[in-house]
C-alpha cells in the first residue's frame, strides 16, 4: 500500500534528481530514499526514475505519477487545513512574479482562492519580463512566479510545475471565407494579414512556429496589446494565432471573432509555477502550491 511518506520521498528526488540531493532536502538518510522509490515501483508496477551517472530522471510514467503524486498531497493538506482553525492564524508576507500576459489572464482566479484560505497573509505581486521575474527567483529575491514555462532558462536552478496547457487557435473575423473550411492549416494562413502579439516573448514562439513549419508569415501589425490584437481582429483587419488563455469572443469595442483549431501540430504554452531550487522554501510557498494544485484538479474535473 501506498503512503504519503513514499509519495513525499518520491517528489523529493524528482525535484531535485538525485537521491543524495533528495537525502540533503529531505532531511532523510539516502537508503531510506532508496528503499522508497524502490517500493513504490513495486507498487506499482512501472519503473518511474531513469538511472545514470549524474543522477536520476523521471520517465513519462514517472512524470505522470508526480503530477498525481502533487494532487495527492494538496488534497491532504487541504483536508488538513479544513480541520484547523490555524488558517487565519498564519501571516506573513508572500512575494509573486509574474509575467504581464499571464498576470491579465491566470492570475486573478489564483490570488482570490489565496486570499480565501490564508486572509491575513500579506502578497506582493513583481510584473515583469520573464528573464528578470527568473533572476528574482534564482537570487531568492521573490517566493515564487507564475508565467509562462515554455521559455525558462536557468532549469539547472529552478523547480517548476505546469499547472495548465493553453494550445494556440487562429483567430479570425465573423464571415471570414477560412471558417467555411473544414480544416485549416499554417499554410492557409501564410497569406493572410497577420497581427503578431509582441508581449510576454509571444514574438519568440510565433518565429517558432513558422520557422518549424518552414513558411514565412505577412506580418500585416505587431502590438503589444492583447485587446488589440483582438478588435483589430474583429475590424477585419488581420487574423492572428494566439493561446487559448486570452481568448474572449467579443472585443472591447463589442464586436465578435471567432478561433479556429489549426491541424498543424503547434505545442501549446505551459503556464504553471517556478520557485527555487534546491534552499529550503520559503513558510508561505507550500500553502500557495497547495492552492494553485488545488485549483489544477478543479480544472480537469471538467
Known amino acids: 500500500m501506498l503512503t504519503l511518506r513514499q509519495i513525499r520521498h518520491f517528489i523529493a528526488v524528482a525535484e531535485t534528481g538525485s537521491i543524495s540531493a533528495a537525502a540533503q ?8 530514499l532508496t528503499l522508497a522509490i524502490q517500493q513504490l515501483e513495486t507498487e506499482t508496477g512501472v519503473r518511474l526514475f531513469e538511472r545514470h551517472a549524474k543522477g536520476m530522471t523521471l520517465t513519462h510514467q514517472g512524470h505522470q505519477f508526480l503530477r498525481q503524486s502533487y494532487l495527492i498531497l494538496a488534497t491532504v493538506e487541504n483536508a488538513t ?13 508572500l512575494t509573486i512574479g509574474v509575467t504581464s500576459l499571464v498576470a491579465g489572464y491566470f492570475l486573478v482566479d489564483l490570488l482570490k482562492r489565496f486570499k480565501a484560505s490564508y486572509p491575513n497573509v500579506t502578497v506582493q505581486v513583481v510584473e515583469d519580463e520573464r528573464r528578470y521575474i527568473e533572476h528574482l527567483l534564482v537570487s531568492g529575491e521573490i517566493d515564487i512566479g507564475v508565467l509562462i514555462l515554455s ?7 529552478l523547480q517548476t510545475e505546469v499547472l495548465s496547457h493553453s494550445p494556440y487557435r487562429l483567430w479570425l473575423p465573423p464571415l471570414h471565407p477560412l471558417l467555411e473550411r ?49 478588435s483589430l481582429v474583429a475590424a477585419g483587419m488581420g487574423v492572428s494565432i494566439q493561446p ?4 474572449r469572443a467579443w472585443s472591447l469595442e463589442g464586436n465578435m471573432i471567432e478561433a ?29 502550491l497547495s492552492i494553485a494544485r488545488e485549483g489544477d484538479a478543479t480544472r480537469k474535473s471538467f
Open 25 to 32: 532536502t529531505a532531511f532523510v538518510s539516502q537508503s531510506s
Open 81 to 93: 487545513r479544513s480541520l484547523q482553525v490555524g488558517s487565519e492564524s498564519i501571516t506573513g508576507a
Open 151 to 157: 521559455n525558462l532558462e536557468d532549469r539547472d536552478a
Open 182 to 230: 473544414d480544416s485549416i492549416s499554417l499554410a492557409d494562413v501564410v497569406n493572410e494579414p497577420l497581427i503578431q502579439l509582441n508581449v510576454d516573448e509571444m514574438e519568440i514562439h510565433a518565429q517558432y512556429l513558422w520557422a518549424k513549419a518552414g513558411l514565412k508569415p505577412e506580418i500585416a501589425l505587431k502590438t503589444t496589446s492583447t485587446e488589440a490584437v483582438r
Open 244 to 247: 487559448d488563455m486570452a481568448y
Open 260 to 288: 479556429s483549431k489549426l491541424t498543424d501540430p503547434i505545442e501549446p504554452l505551459e503556464i504553471g509555477l517556478a520557485w527555487r531550487r534546491g534552499s529550503t522554501r520559503p513558510q508561505l510557498v507550500s500553502p500557495f
